[in-house]
C-alpha cells in the first residue's frame, strides 16, 4: 500500500499539462488559464497624466511658494481628462487639469486644488511640492511596451482581466478545460429525484464531484449510474476512457462481490498505478492508466471517501493537466485545534471541519457527529481537513495541526 505522499508524487508524475489550446474573448477568459506570453506594444500609463484634480505648472515657476509668498499663474487652457492637449505651458503659465488628464507639453508638475486659490483668470499656489513631477504619474512608469507582460501557465482572474484589458488583448490563447467524466456504479444507486425503496442508497457522489469538477475550472460529463453488470461497466467504462482526460467513477473498488472496476480496467488495456493508499478515508484508490492519456480514478463509494479523494488526489492533478505552472499540491495551514482530535494510527487520517482566523490564528473546528466515511451530512461547510499522520493515534485540544484547506470555490 503506498503512503499519501508516494501516492501523490506518482499520481503527478503520470499527468502531463494539456498541449491543446483555444482563443476565446476577454469577457468569457475568467477561470482559464493562459497559455500566450502577453507583451503589450502600449506603455502603461499610456502618456503624461495628473494623479490630482488641480493645476499642471512648471516646477521652477512654483518652487518655494508659499501662503504668504504665493505663486500667481495665468489660467490658459482647461483640460478634462481624454483631451490631447493643443497648448504648451510658458513660464507664469498654468492649465486647470484634472485626474487621468493628459499632461500639456511644458508642464512638469501637478499641483493638488487644495493648495491653490483661484481668482478669475488666475491662481495663487499656495504651496510647492519638494520635487518636480509631483503628482505626475509617468509614462512607462509602470510599464515599458515589448517587455513581457503575462507569463503562460497563470489563471487569468480579475487582477489579470484587468492587465489584458488595458493592453487591448480582446483574443487570447488559453488552454481548453480538462474534460472529466464522472459516473457512479452500484445497483442500489437511484437518482435524487426517484421514490426511495428499501434498501437502495441515493446517488450523491455523481452530484458532488461534478461540483467539484466544476469549481476546478474543467468540463464534467456525467454518465449517469451504472449498474454492478460487467458488460454495462465495460461499455461505460471503455466510453469514458475514449471521452475524458481523466475518469472519476465511485464505487466498486473495494474487494466485495460486485467490485469489478479493476478487472475490467485491465481488460480494457488499463495499466494499474495504484490499488490501495495507507490514508482513511479513501483507501481503496484504484488509479489507471490507457495508451491514450487518459487517466482513471476509481474512487471509493462511500460519499467522504469519495470527496477527500477528489481533495487530496485529484485536485493537484487537474491542477497539473490544466497548464497551471507552479505548486499543484494542496496547502497545508498549521491551526489550533478546538477538540482533542482522535485516529487509529495506522493510517494518515483526514478529519474534516472549519478553518476559522480568530485574531489573526488559524483555528480547526472539527466536524459534529460521527466522523465515518458514510457520514455525508458532517460534511457540510468543511473546508478544511485535519491531517493526522501514521503513528499519531491522538492531539489534544489547544494543541496545533495541520489542515490541508479546500479551495472548492475558484
Ligand atoms: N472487506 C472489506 N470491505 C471493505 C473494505 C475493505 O478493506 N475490506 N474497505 C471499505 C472501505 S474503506 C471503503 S471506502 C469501501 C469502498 O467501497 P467501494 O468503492 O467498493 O464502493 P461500494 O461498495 O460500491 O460502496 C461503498 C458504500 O458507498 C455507498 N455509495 C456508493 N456509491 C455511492 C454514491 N454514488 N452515492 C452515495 N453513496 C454511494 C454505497 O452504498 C456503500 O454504502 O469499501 C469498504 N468495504
Ligand atoms: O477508507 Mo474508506 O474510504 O474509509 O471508508
Ligand atoms: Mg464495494
Redesign the pocket.
Known amino acids: 500500500m503506498l503512503s499519501v505522499n508516494q501516492a501523490q508524487t506518482l499520481i503527478l508524475d503520470l499527468v502531463q499539462p494539456l498541449k491543446d489550446t483555444e482563443i476565446i474573448s476577454l469577457d468569457v477568459a475568467a477561470g482559464r488559464i493562459l497559455a500566450q506570453p502577453i507583451i503589450s506594444q502600449l506603455d502603461f500609463p499610456y502618456w503624461d497624466n495628473s494623479a490630482m484634480d488641480g493645476y499642471a505648472v512648471k516646477f521652477k515657476d512654483v518652487q518655494g511658494c508659499t501662503q504668504t509668498q504665493p505663486a500667481i499663474l495665468d489660467i490658459v487652457a482647461e483640460i478634462p481628462a481624454g483631451q490631447n492637449p493643443s497648448i504648451s505651458i510658458q513660464s507664469g503659465q498654468t492649465a486647470r487639469i484634472f485626474t487621468g488628464a493628459m499632461l500639456p507639453a511644458g508642464a512638469d508638475t501637478i499641483i493638488m486644488q487644495e493648495n491653490t486659490q483661484r481668482e478669475g483668470n488666475r491662481v495663487k499656489i499656495l504651496s510647492s511640492p519638494d520635487q518636480p513631477k509631483a503628482y505626475v504619474r509617468q509614462r512607462g512608469d509602470y510599464y515599458q511596451a515589448g517587455n513581457p507582460l503575462l507569463k503562460p501557465g497563470i489563471a487569468i482572474n480579475a487582477p489579470e482581466i484587468a492587465v489584458l484589458a488595458t493592453a487591448q488583448c480582446t483574443q487570447l490563447t488559453v488552454y481548453r478545460r480538462p474534460k472529466v467524466v464522472i459516473f457512479?456504479?452500484?445497483d442500489?444507486?437511484i437518482p435524487p429525484n426517484q421514490p426511495l425503496q428499501p434498501g437502495q442508497?441515493?446517488?450523491?457522489?455523481?452530484y458532488?464531484l461534478a461540483a467539484f469538477v466544476g469549481s476546478q475550472g474543467a468540463i464534467s460529463i456525467p454518465l449517469g449510474?451504472v449498474k454492478?453488470n460487467k458488460e454495462a461497466l465495460k461499455k461505460t467504462i471503455a466510453q469514458a476512457i475514449a471521452t475524458g482526460d481523466i475518469v472519476l467513477s465511485?464505487?466498486?473498488?473495494?474487494?466485495?462481490e460486485?467490485?469489478y472496476?479493476e478487472e475490467i480496467l485491465t481488460e480494457l488495456g488499463g495499466n494499474i498505478q495504484i490499488r490501495?493508499v495507507a490514508v482513511?478515508?479513501?483507501?481503496?484508490l484504484t488509479v489507471a492508466t490507457f495508451s491514450n492519456g487518459c487517466l482513471y480514478f476509481?474512487?471509493?463509494?462511500?460519499?467522504v471517501?469519495?470527496l477527500v479523494s477528489c481533495w487530496r488526489f485529484v485536485q493537484p492533478a487537474l491542477k497539473k493537466l490544466s497548464g497551471l505552472e507552479g505548486n499543484w499540491h494542496p496547502i497545508f495551514i498549521k491551526a489550533r485545534s478546538r477538540h482533542d482530535l482522535p485516529s487509529k494510527g495506522a493510517r494518515e487520517t483526514y478529519l474534516w471541519g472549519q478553518l476559522l482566523l480568530v485574531n489573526g490564528v488559524y483555528e480547526f473546528e472539527l466536524a459534529g457527529g460521527k466522523h465515518s466515511?458514510?457520514n455525508?451530512i458532517n460534511l457540510a461547510q468543511t473546508n478544511g481537513l485535519a491531517v493526522m499522520p501514521v503513528g499519531q493515534t491522538f492531539l489534544a485540544a489547544g494543541e496545533d495541526v495541520t489542515v490541508m484547506q479546500i479551495d472548492s470555490l475558484k
Open positions: 457512479s456504479t452500484g442500489e444507486l442508497i441515493i446517488d450523491s457522489n455523481q458532488a449510474i454492478d465511485t464505487g466498486g473498488v473495494s474487494v466485495g460486485y467490485d472496476i490501495s482513511t478515508p479513501g483507501k481503496p476509481g474512487i471509493p463509494g462511500n460519499p471517501s469519495a466515511s458514510a455525508l
